[in-house]
């Protein structure tokens, strides 16, 4: 497919479906520079009148490669357009949560929300910036509202983690064990589970656990670095 796009540029310098299909490939294949290349080509073109789906595409490589204020420049300009669009409104959302400025991103997951209350994701991203912001009541909120849809495990690790940052450590210690049960290869809930045992003055129990992992999986690098430090 690049090959071919390629010698349509050869031909036609500025053939916006080569261009456009060379942005799709790259991006597909995470090349989040190259399509953004050949998507601000498309967008220099013709910035008036560009597809707002090129703006979206734009803000999406700036929020690929962490460039969050030139993708919210972007996203503005999509829902300048279209004041509902879901790609732009949940780019908004992500750009100001890269940024760590959580209320902004509320507004933008809250506006999804309007037009799609039961979009489980979205609950999720909404409980975790509301969890950030320790308005914790609002966030459980959100992730229950998530969990009533369907399963979420960021949902449920976002329940146990506010647990933990209350201090109800023999909860947050139940929730992690039950989530480990369903996903015994997650490391992060290892990690999660170490730190409540820890905390809560378990630290035998906290080494035991990351050494059982280790006997599983003695490449993972996050819980070597954390079963040191228990150690010390």
Same mark, same amino acid.
């Given at each position: ?15 916006? =479906?080569? @261009? ?8 597909? /294949?995470?090349? /989040?520079?190259?399509?953004?290349? =050949?998507? !601000?080509?498309?967008?220099? &073109? ?10 979206? %595409? ?6 690929? @490669?962490? !460039? ?6 972007? /996203? ?23 940024? #760590?400025?959580?209320?902004? %991103? ?13 979009? $489980?994701?979205? @609950? !999720? ?16 909120? %959100?992730? #229950? $509202? ?13 329940? +146990? @983690? ?37 905390? +809560? ?23 070597? !670095?954390? &079963?040191?430090? &228990?150690?010390?």
């Amino acid at each position: 497919s690049k090959e071919l796009y390629l010698k349509v540029l050869e031909m036609e310098e500025n053939n916006a =479906y080569a @261009l456009i299909g060379l942005g799709h490939l790259s991006y597909d /294949f995470k090349e /989040f520079k190259d399509a953004l290349f =050949y998507w !601000t080509k498309i967008y220099e &073109l013709n910035e008036d009148n560009v597809d707002i789906r090129v703006l979206t %595409s734009l803000g999406n490589c700036h929020r690929k @490669l962490k !460039t969050f204020e030139k993708g919210i420049y972007f /996203f503005d300009k999509a829902l300048a357009r279209d004041p509902k669009n879901f790609y732009a409104l949940f780019g908004m959302a992500d750009c100001y949560r890269g940024l #760590n400025k959580q209320q902004v %991103s509320i507004e933008y997951w809250n506006k999804i929300l309007e037009i799609d209350p039961h979009n $489980k994701v979205i @609950l !999720t991203r909404a409980g975790d910036a509301y969890r950030t912001l320790k308005k914790y009541d609002l966030a459980v909120e %959100s992730y #229950n $509202k998530a969990l009533e849809i369907d399963f979420d495990i960021y949902a449920a690790i976002g329940l +146990a @983690l506010i647990c933990k940052e209350k201090g109800n450590f023999d909860e947050a210690i139940l929730r992690f064990k039950n989530l480990i049960k369903d996903d015994p290869r997650n490391s992060r809930l290892y990690v999660d589970l170490a730190e409540c045992y820890n905390l +809560a003055g378990k630290k035998p129990e906290a080494i035991s656990l990351l050494e059982n992992f280790i006997q599983k999986d003695g490449r993972n690098i996050q819980i070597k !670095t954390y &079963l040191d430090n &228990l150690k010390k």
